[in-house]
């Protein structure tokens, strides 16, 4: 199991049990860690990982279910399988938020993101550079609506988890849940329905992953925290569109 999906699985808070629970599956099957039709491990084993009472996870189970977002088959071959969302209305998400939060919520993200990446170039081994150019090969084929998105939230997640940090991995893993539809729409209102929006957002990814192999922690802070603020300028341009 890769870093990041030890992430998803490690122990919740103490606190609101089922609401963690809840958030924190909900979050990987956002972001495809937890990917469509991929099973779950049984309840007792999922409990024992995530360091809650079968009760508990149960009862995060029983909401997911509510939510679309698992299904439970019985008998044999039976148990809790994924369920991925197909679509997500961002539009209505995005103008939940005023300016000043996106602001907000846009430096939170940076300070997260600059942090990981640059104690990903001061801890990351070869294996764990081995995941983000997995993904890299893969969004290069990847369709722009779809599967691209998904690869570029994996990606930002598998960076956090070079970091060797759980912490700063599952605050990635939930600021993309979060966010990371909403830093899409900016992307789609810039593309130009071209290749090179594509092509532009790989170069980024490569070039901070061979800061992160080179072991520059300062430039790849820099690189990460200054993709999350471009992306953020163009969304509160956005948003103050939609104000108009």
């Known amino acids: 199991m890769n870093t990041a999906r030890l992430a998803v699985f490690a122990p919740v808070d103490s606190t609101a049990r089922v609401e963690a629970v809840v958030r924190r599956l909900t979050d990987a099957i956002a972001l495809g860690l937890l990917t469509d039709g991929e099973q779950l491990p049984s309840e007792a084993e999922l ?60 430096d939170h993200y940076a300070a997260i993101a600059g942090a990981a990446a640059r104690l990903a170039a001061q801890r990351a081994l070869p294996s ?13 084929t990847a369709d722009w609506d779809g599967r691209l998105r ?32 909403l830093l899409w729409l900016s992307r789609d209102e810039r593309r130009g329905h071209d290749e090179m929006s594509v092509r532009r957002l790989l170069d980024q990814h490569q070039t901070l992953v061979e800061a992160i192999a080179a072991g520059d922690g300062d430039r790849a802070r820099a690189l990460a925290e200054r993709h999350v603020q471009d992306a953020m300028d163009h969304l509160i341009e956005l948003r103050l569109r939609l104000q108009e």
Do not use: H, K, W
């Open 150 to 181: 998904r690869l570029d939230g994996r990606f930002r997640v598998e960076v956090a988890a070079a970091s060797q940090s759980a912490r700063l991995t599952q605050e990635e893993i939930r600021l993309q849940a979060d966010i990371g539809p």
């Open 128 to 140: 764990d550079l081995a995941p983000l150019r997995r993904s890299l090969a893969e969004m290069a």
């Open 47 to 106: 409990a024992a990982q995530l360091g809650v009472s079968t009760v508990t996870l149960r009862e995060a189970l029983m909401a997911l279910r509510q939510q679309g977002l698992v299904e439970t088959r019985r008998g044999r071959g039976g148990g809790s399988f994924v369920r991925a969302p197909d679509s997500l209305d961002v539009g209505v998400r995005l103008r939940a938020y005023a300016v000043d939060e996106l602001r907000d919520l846009g």
